[in-house]
């Protein structure tokens, strides 16, 4: 459900600024943690007790879970962008 990427772990987090940068990386880890466990427990809330969590408990954990994977993802994206100096250049053919 939310884990169907840790798949790519192995390929990306040996370059990756998250264990580069360890403070970042336990910032991450951290937030999503949080955000996840939130979002649960409203969910948890909603599907298993019953309580009507949609507005604002539910939403805000879903603002809030989306700007961190947002955040990850921003990450994670110039990790791959800044290898090998990815889509820094434009090649022409010449005729």
Avoid: C, H
């Avoid at 798949?7 to 949080?34: D, K």
């Avoid at 604002?56 to 100096?85: E, K, Q, R, T, Y």
């Amino acid at each position: 459900y939310f884990l169907w990427y840790i798949i790519f772990l192995p390929f990306y987090l040996p370059q990756s600024s998250l264990l580069a940068r360890p403070r970042l990386g336990i910032a991450a880890a951290t937030l999503w943690i949080l955000t996840q466990a939130l979002w649960l427990q409203q969910g948890f809330n909603l599907e298993f007790l019953g309580l009507s969590t949609f507005v604002p408990g539910l939403w805000l954990a879903s603002l809030a879970f989306f700007a961190v994977n947002v955040w990850i993802l921003g990450i994670i994206v110039a990790d791959i962008g800044s290898l090998n100096g990815a889509g820094t250049e434009v090649r022409r053919k010449e005729r």
